[in-house]
Each structure stands twice: as structure tokens, then as C-alpha cells.
């Protein structure tokens, strides 16, 4: 079970809970239900976590604008969770049904809409360059998941290409986070840049670990059906793994079941099995742990703030984590 990584900064994280729930309210009061009913299935919330320690790893001191910032970013987080959820047909979210399947498609997308323009409507009085870094998450994001339905039952995928997508769809957003934290809080160009990098290696071991717990998950803790990725036909770096370093007979039974189009919930599990007995699940933790150190060690250049050491605790808590 993952513990507490909060640590030190719950009560920020509370006003960025209180500023994402205000920033919800609508007079169509069935918007306001459907955008509450999403952001409670946000998860832990690790990215604003990320955006308001690096505004205090620097010397920031007045967190009022870290929490703005940090709350816009979360409006976009749970957007994309909804439209994720329509792309790829997840029925489950955090052991809930799915928004559009609780609410319908239509009413779905409407609120998608609504949280990316509360989103902007707090981001747009920062100051350029902020929007900008913001700005060009989402784009990143969207063109990461464009390319990843693409990429979609595409065996042939190099691992070069899964780390692009995934830079794109989820490190490229923590990434952001961290740095116009520390642009907020002060920091260095020195500092912004090593903060930056540490969120991009921090995303990558969290999409790696998020990979591994579709495989291997426990869909009490996760909230939604192992397998996901087999059903879609998502190329990870566990399906990589088990492609290229399992048994024959065995690779040649999973290419088939990916290639397919629908899929039965027998062959789901048996794909899981093959993975499984791949080896492919410790490999790829061994590789999340990598990018997990490379974050560490980029804040070697920061002082010995208590922020760094929470900052570098997360990075362990993320690659530990069960849902």
C-alpha cells in the first residue's frame, strides 16, 4: 500500500482542493455534479503535490499563486481523465463507472470542455510564459494521444516511440508543474531547468508503474478492470518486453490476441498470463526505478531544503505505489 506523500504540505494541498471545487460550481447544476463527480476520482493527487514543492524548494514564501497554478493544472488532469475514459472506452474509474457512462457521451464532453476552460480561466492571469509552459502541456498531451492511437496494436512500435507518447500524455505534465512552481517561487534558471527534469522522470516512472498495474494491479486498490491496455490494443513497454524476450510458442498466441480487434475476456487474461511469465514485470519495474533515481539525482543541484527530500521521497512512494 502507498504510504502518505503529502508530508509536509497538506494544508496546500487542501486550498488546491477548495479552489478545484469552487472553480467547478456552475448554475446548470447537473455540470457541477458531473465535474465533482470526476474530480473525486483525481487519485492522490501527486502532481499539485510536485508544483508546490518545487515553489518551496526554491525560497518561495507566499504559496497563493503555487496553489493557483497547481489547481489550474488539475482542472486539465481530470479533463483528460474523462476524455481518456471516452477514447478508450473505460467503462470504470477509481471503482466508479465512468462519467459517460454514468452520465451519457454528450454530457460527458460538455464537462470535459467545462473544466478546460475553468482551467484557463484561472491559468490566463499569470503571466505569459506560464500560460505558455501550460499551454504546451496540453498540446503535448493531445498530440501524445493522438500518436498512441496511431501506435495502437502496432507490434512493431520500438520502445523509443513508447517513451515519446508517454513523455507527451503524462511526464511532459508533471514536468510542467514542477517547473513553473519553481518559476513562481523564484528559482534560478539552474533550478527551474533541474526541476523540470526531475517531474519528466518522475512521470515516466509513474506511467511505467501505471503500465505495470493493469497487468499485475489489484482492481479493488485500482478502481478499474486489469487488462485495460490488452482490450485497447495500447502498446507498452511490458507487451515490448514480452514480445521480444518470451517464449516462442507463447509470443506468437499474444501478437495474435493484440492484433485483434474485440477481445474475449479469456484471451485478456490469458495475454496477462503470457506478460506475466514473461519476466516482463519485474523488467519493467527495474526500468521505472531507473527513471525514479534519474529524478533524484536531478536535484542534486538544490540545497538541503526539506522540500528536496520530500520531492525525493515521492519518487520512491510513486514507484511503490497499488493504484
Known amino acids: 500500500m502507498m504510504g502518505s506523500w503529502d508530508l509536509s504540505i497538506s494544508k496546500e494541498l487542501s486550498l488546491v482542493e ?94 470535459g470542455d467545462f473544466l478546460f476552460t475553468k482551467a484557463f480561466a484561472i491559468g490566463a492571469k499569470f503571466d505569459p510564459e506560464i500560460v505558455d509552459i501550460t499551454a504546451e502541456a496540453c498540446v503535448r498531451l493531445a498530440e501524445g494521444e493522438i500518436r498512441q492511437q496511431a501506435n495502437a496494436r502496432d507490434l512493431s512500435m520500438s520502445e523509443k516511440e513508447y517513451l515519446v507518447i508517454i513523455q507527451q500524455k503524462t511526464a511532459g505534465f508533471f514536468a510542467a508543474g514542477a517547473r513553473v512552481g519553481a518559476m513562481l517561487g523564484g528559482g534560478s534558471r539552474e533550478q527551474i531547468a533541474a526541476l523540470s527534469e526531475y517531474g519528466r522522470h518522475l512521470g515516466i516512472a509513474f506511467q511505467i508503474v501505471d503500465d505495470i498495474l493493469d497487468v499485475v494491479g489489484d482492481e479493488s486498490v485500482t478502481g478499474k478492470p486489469v487488462g485495460s491496455d490488452i482490450r485497447e490494443g495500447t502498446v507498452t513497454l511490458l507487451l515490448q518486453h514480452a514480445l521480444n524476450n518470451g517464449n516462442a510458442t507463447a509470443r506468437t498466441e499474444l501478437e495474435g490476441i493484440i492484433r485483434r480487434g474485440p477481445k474475449s475476456e479469456e484471451e485478456v487474461l490469458r495475454a496477462i498470463d503470457i506478460i506475466a511469465a514473461s519476466g516482463a514485470v519485474d523488467e519493467s519495474r527495474a526500468r521505472a526505478g531507473e527513471y525514479a533515481v534519474r529524478a533524484k539525482e536531478s536535484l542534486d543541484l538544490l540545497g538541503p531544503e526539506p522540500q528536496k527530500l520530500e520531492l525525493m521521497r515521492i519518487a520512491d512512494l510513486v514507484l511503490h505505489r497499488d493504484a
Not at 52 to 80: C, F, M, N, P, W
Open 18 to 111: 477548495d479552489l478545484v471545487q469552487r472553480s467547478i460550481d456552475s448554475r446548470e447544476p447537473l455540470l457541477t455534479e458531473i465535474a465533482g463527480y470526476v474530480i473525486g476520482a483525481g487519485g492522490k493527487r501527486v502532481r499539485p503535490a510536485v508544483t508546490i514543492l518545487s515553489y518551496y524548494v526554491v525560497g518561495g514564501k507566499d504559496v497563493d499563486r503555487a496553489v493557483q497554478i497547481a489547481a489550474a493544472l488539475e482542472l486539465v488532469h481530470s479533463a483528460t481523465l474523462l476524455h481518456d475514459d471516452i477514447n478508450d472506452g473505460g467503462v470504470m474509474r477509481r471503482g466508479r463507472p465512468a462519467a459517460f457512462k454514468k452520465y451519457g457521451l454528450q454530457n460527458a464532453l460538455v464537462t
